[in-house]
């Protein structure tokens, strides 16, 4: 997963590769609410229940947000 980061990060800012961090984290934690959203429709569990949820942030979850970046990046150069 590092290998390819750093393959087509190469030429990003910090702020950017900031940006695509935060794009990665998002795309992540919505997918964890859909999956949470479904497991409580198919239990009965409490409402109150406490429940921790783990965000596992995926290779598929960085790849998105490289395309996302990426976009990003062009339209800047292209509208300058």
Same mark, same amino acid.
Request: a positive charge.
């Given at each position: 997963? @590092?290998?390819? @980061?750093? #393959?087509? *990060? #190469? ?5 950017? @590769? ?6 990665a984290?998002?795309?992540?934690? !919505?997918e964890c ?6 497991? &409580? ?6 409402i109150? $229940? ?7 942030? !995926? !290779? *598929?979850? &960085? $790849?998105?947000?490289?395309? &996302?970046?990426?976009r990003?990046? &062009?339209?800047?150069?292209? @509208?300058?």
């Amino acid at each position: 997963m @590092l290998n390819i @980061l750093q #393959k087509e *990060t #190469k030429d990003l800012s910090g702020a950017i @590769l900031s940006k695509l961090c935060q794009k990665a984290n998002k795309l992540a934690l !919505r997918e964890c609410i859909i999956d949470k959203k479904k497991k &409580f429709a198919q239990s009965a569990m409490e409402i109150d $229940e406490p429940s921790a949820a783990i965000i596992e942030i !995926r !290779r *598929t979850d &960085f $790849e998105e947000a490289i395309v &996302f970046v990426r976009r990003l990046v &062009f339209e800047s150069v292209v @509208l300058r």
